[in-house]
């Protein structure tokens, strides 16, 4: 079973599908990624975890977080040339969790490497301080930085009603670009995790929507419900 919407399934942020949902994407991507690659990189999955803590009343809540990203390093040396993160609801709810990919992405600017940042998470506020005023309208995106050039982003945006865009992967400077289709990876991932038969489509989904969106994601549930 397929997902309902045409782009991103904002019920993949439920607290009780992410964890599951967020490495299938990353491995997805993974796949993807690697046909494109030539010889001279090699391409892995990571994982960066840590634990926040909420309180409530009068305990505080403990909660370990696990979050997959995928490592471009040149073969030859091993220097990090591209870091591609799929971030969490923890990243932008959480302050551990921010801090933790907020130090992620400043050492990788150090290392002179390029990033490319994939936000499918609309609760939470942006980690894009800057970037989300100059397109307003948009609800998911990929930011590419280039070392090269760190104050320039290259925006890949969508909104809950479209498909998820395809996007430019950078390599070493005299290599062309590998393209990704994001859509097809959230595809893959979607029916790795058998999430059609997990997921509740009769009740609102566990993050903010606007009252647009809302209208819209009703509308798409009706209109899926009559075709079945």
């Known amino acids: 079973m397929s997902s309902p919407f045409p782009g991103m399934d904002p019920y993949l942020e439920d607290e009780k599908r992410w964890p599951a949902f967020q490495p299938l994407l990353v491995?997805?991507?993974?796949q993807m990624?690697?046909?494109g690659l030539m010889d001279r990189y090699r391409a892995r999955v990571g994982e960066r975890d840590y634990t926040s803590e909420e309180a409530l009343?009068?305990?505080?809540?403990?909660?370990?977080h696990k979050e997959a990203f995928i490592e471009v390093r040149q073969r030859s040396d091993g220097r990090l040339i591209t870091l591609v993160e799929v971030i969490?609801?923890?990243n932008k709810i959480t302050s551990t969790g921010r801090n933790a990919y907020l130090e992620r992405r400043a050492e990788v600017k150090k290392m002179n490497a390029h990033t490319v940042e994939i936000d499918l998470v609309l609760q939470g506020p942006t980690l894009f301080d800057?970037?989300?005023d100059?397109?307003?309208?948009?609800?998911?995106?990929?930011?590419?930085?280039?070392?090269?050039?760190?104050?320039?982003?290259?925006?890949?945006?969508?909104?809950?009603?479209?498909?998820l865009p395809r996007f430019r992967v950078p390599l070493a400077s005299d290599d062309r670009d590998t393209v990704l289709d994001l859509q097809a990876a959230l595809a893959?991932?979607?029916?790795?995790?058998?999430?059609?038969k997990l997921i509740d489509y009769t009740r609102d989904p566990a993050t903010k929507l606007?009252?647009?969106?809302?209208?819209?994601?009703?509308?798409?549930?009706?209109?899926?419900?009559?075709?079945?």
Not at 27 to 30: F, G, I, M, P, Q
Not at 188 to 196: E, H, I
């Open 27 to 30: 491995h997805a991507l993974y």
């Open 33 to 35: 990624l690697l046909p």
């Open 57 to 64: 009343f009068t305990s505080v809540i403990r909660q370990e």
């Open 88 to 90: 969490s609801p923890g």
């Open 130 to 132: 800057g970037i989300k």
């Open 134 to 163: 100059t397109a307003a309208n948009w609800d998911y995106a990929v930011v590419v930085t280039r070392w090269t050039h760190p104050d320039r982003y290259e925006i890949y945006s969508t909104t809950l009603g479209k498909r």
């Open 188 to 196: 893959r991932a979607y029916d790795q995790g058998d999430f059609g």
């Open 210 to 228: 606007s009252d647009d969106n809302r209208r819209w994601l009703h509308e798409r549930l009706k209109d899926e419900k009559l075709r079945q």
